[in-house]
């Protein structure tokens, strides 16, 4: 299994943000594989953004929420994070990865993607 992020450096405020995670080795509809998008802004802690769950539907961090948006398309097994209206408080190093849901415990990420990092300034 491999996730692979890609999508711009450099933003200004604003703008929308459009990262895609492409993963192989695995369908990302595959029955309890989540497919969450994760971020670490520089000098602190791993902030989770959102996820995609297997059947397509979307659950998103309270704090993201109004500005997030996670779709997938099946055919190029790719998810896809967009946030609008971005700000320097949205720099940081962009991950994709993904969680299995077994019915009653998660079982941690288990893979990850290399990162990308993005830097919003005017």
């Known amino acids: 299994v491999q996730l692979q992020e890609s999508g711009p450096g450099l933003m200004k405020p604003s703008q929308t943000l459009s990262l895609t995670c492409t993963i192989s080795?695995?369908?990302?509809?595959?029955?309890?594989?989540?497919w969450s998008w994760i971020r670490r802004p520089p000098g602190k802690g791993l902030e989770w953004i959102g996820y995609?769950?297997?059947?397509?539907?979307?659950y998103y961090s309270p704090s993201l929420k109004s500005r997030t948006s996670i779709s997938r398309d099946t055919s190029k097994n790719q998810v896809t994070l967009q946030l609008t209206s971005v700000t320097p408080e949205d720099t940081a190093v962009y991950y994709c990865a993904r969680d299995t849901w077994d019915g009653s415990v998660w079982s941690g990420y288990d893979y990850w993607g290399q990162g990308t990092q993005v830097t919003v300034s005017s």
């Open positions: 995609i769950a297997p059947s397509g539907s979307a």
């Open positions: 080795g695995v369908s990302i509809t595959t029955k309890n594989y989540y």
